[in-house]
Antibody, heavy 119, light 110 residues
Framework: QVQLVQSGAEVKKPGASVKVSCKASGYTFTDYYMHWVRQAPGQGLEWMGIINPSGGSTSYAQNFQGRVTMTSDTSRSTVSMELSSLRSEDTAVYYC????????????WGQGTMVTVSS | QSVLTQSPSASGTPGQRVTISCSGSSSNIGSNYVYWYQQLPGTAPKLLIYRNNQRPSGVPDRFSGSKSGTSASLAISGLRSEDEADYYCAAWDDSLSGWVFGGGTKLTVL
């Protein structure tokens, strides 16, 4: 079945970087976009950006420009999201979500990866 | 502060019909499709409604979506205890060149 499996929880110190991976299975990896969305504890959803696994082109939300990097490895059907210069406000669950098209639904979501930023 | 505005909470009793609203602007809801996501406690969001009023396969027809101008609504009829969840609206925003979400509505089934 179609699924997205994310890497495990991370604990990082302020100023460090974190890399979260998302492995896709059950569909043709390069036929769909991949979004990253985060959710701080008790808060709503926040879109971080999108990557086209076919070619690797990206677009990042203004709030994350300069701090986020999304990459794709087609040989492993895996996308990754790296967030740098971490601060306590980055403590959140990070989700990858498959995009039917650039401007269309996020139809399949990963299980989420908890990233905790604490000194 | 979320770009799309939702009431923080809603409630209803089993069997009732409940409506959750989402308000935006001309740059998002006014010119693009609206999507709704359901997030059950402790789980990842799930696509509930796409392109304003379309249901993915497997979503009961108790759930329906609509859009008018710069606002959208999600209606749930025949409310069930398993509908207790957080509901988020989303849309593409032309001005921000990005996806925006509502702050979420927590639905309680009394």
């Amino acid at each position: 079945q179609v699924q997205l499996v994310q890497s495990g929880a991370e604990v990082k110190k302020p100023g460090a970087s974190v890399k979260v991976s998302c492995k896709a299975s059950g569909y043709t990896f390069t036929d769909y976009y991949m979004h990253w969305v985060r959710q701080a504890p008790g808060q709503g959803l926040e879109w971080m950006g999108i990557i086209n696994p076919s070619g690797g082109s990206t677009s990042y939300a203004q709030n994350f420009q300069g701090r986020v990097t999304m990459t794709s490895d087609t040989s492993r059907s895996t996308v990754s999201m790296e967030l740098s210069s971490l601060r306590s406000e980055d403590t959140a669950v990070y989700y990858c979500a498959r995009g039917v098209a650039y401007y269309d639904a996020f139809d399949i979501w990963g299980q989420g990866t908890m990233v905790t930023v604490s000194s | 502060q979320s770009v799309l505005t939702q009431s923080p909470s809603a409630s209803g009793t089993p069997g009732q019909r409940v409506t959750i609203s989402c308000s935006g602007s001309s740059s998002n809801i006014g010119s693009n499709y609206v999507y709704w996501y359901q997030q059950l406690p402790g789980t990842a969001p799930k696509l509930l409604i796409y392109r304003n009023n379309q249901r993915p396969s497997g979503v009961p027809d108790r759930f329906s979506g609509s859009k008018s101008g710069t606002s959208a609504s999600l209606a749930i009829s025949g409310l069930r205890s398993e509908d207790e969840a957080d509901y988020y609206c989303a849309a593409w925003d032309d001005s921000l060149s990005g996806w925006v979400f509502g702050g979420g509505t927590k639905l309680t089934v009394l």
